[in-house]
């Protein structure tokens, strides 16, 4: 779990809302698997004090990604770090996504929950999956690519709804081995119940609010279900990705 100062290297505006961030560095590159996350920072920045937390994007020719939404000090921060000023780097930083091999696979985000995604689309496609990837946003803004199947709430962009409704229709057509999610709770707790009712394995990759990002403070502990019994996790040392099965959701 390497610290390291790079340049950001390039930086693409998408819309007022998200940008993406890229490092070019052999090391990190590839040390990488999809669904780890890296703490990043600008040094010169003192407040927040602490690092925040975010998915890899893609690795593309050994540069590594960030697709980053505005939300806040960090965020804003990052977003207004220019190329070739340093960012810390501390990562990478969990466990990532089991990739399935020869499987029908769907992939399903909303919203950020998008991020990971383009990093083990690439994984799965040299697994040989065959890969329906469906995500959902409240409007066009928070649509990242024309490749997949788009749901906006407000019908902007692909079909109008929520995707999970999508998936729900998808499951009672198709068949499908693993579903692979990323996105808000209320998104991730629907999907877990959907996928129960068509016995369809699902891992899921939770954003929770990070401190210390390496197992010390239990900033990040969720409930999780384990041989009968409830226990604590940290989703930045033992996840962030679980079993979707085994997450006790929030009411
Ligand atoms: C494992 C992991 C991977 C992540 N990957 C990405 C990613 O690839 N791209 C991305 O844009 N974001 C990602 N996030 C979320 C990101 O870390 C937060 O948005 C960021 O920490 C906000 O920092 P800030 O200082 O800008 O905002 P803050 O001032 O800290 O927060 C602004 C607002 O956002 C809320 N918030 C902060 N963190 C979270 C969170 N994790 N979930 C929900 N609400 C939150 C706060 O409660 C507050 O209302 C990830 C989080 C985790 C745990
Ligand atoms: S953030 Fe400190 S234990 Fe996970």
Same mark, same amino acid.
């Given at each position: 779990m390497p610290y390291k100062l790079l340049p950001i290297f390039k930086k693409e505006l998408i819309n007022n809302k998200y940008f993406i961030i890229t490092f070019s560095d052999y090391e990190m590159a590839d040390q990488c698997h999809p669904g780890q996350f890296f703490r990043l920072k600008n040094p010169q920045q003192n407040f927040p004090i602490l690092p925040r937390p975010f998915s890899v994007n893609n690795i593309q020719d050994k540069q590594t990604s960030f697709l980053i939404k505005i939300v806040g000090e960090s965020t804003k921060n990052l977003f207004e770090t220019k190329i070739g000023e340093n960012i810390s780097l501390h990562g990478p930083l969990g466990n990532g996504f089991k990739i399935a091999r020869n499987k029908k696979v769907l992939i399903v985000s909303g919203g950020i929950g998008y991020a990971p995604f383009p990093f083990l689309l690439k994984k799965l496609e040299k697994a040989k999956d065959e890969i329906v990837f469906f995500h959902g946003g409240k409007s066009s803004d928070d649509i990242f690519s024309a490749n997949v199947i788009n749901f906006t709430e407000d019908g902007?962009? /692909?079909?109008?709804?929520?995707v999970t409704d999508g998936v729900e229709q998808f499951l009672q057509k198709n068949q499908v081995d693993i579903v692979y999610a990323c996105g808000p709770q209320i998104m991730l707790k629907k999907l877990t119940e959907i996928c129960k009712q068509f016995n369809v394995d699902l891992q899921v990759s939770l954003e929770t609010i990070m401190a210390c990002g390496i197992g010390v403070c239990c900033g990040c502990a969720i409930r999780i279900v384990e041989n009968g019994k409830m226990v604590y996790k940290k989703v930045c040392k033992d996840g962030?990705?679980?079993? /979707?099965?085994t997450v006790v959701w929030d009411e």
């Open positions: 902007s962009v /692909g079909k109008k709804g929520l962030p990705v679980f079993d /979707g099965y």
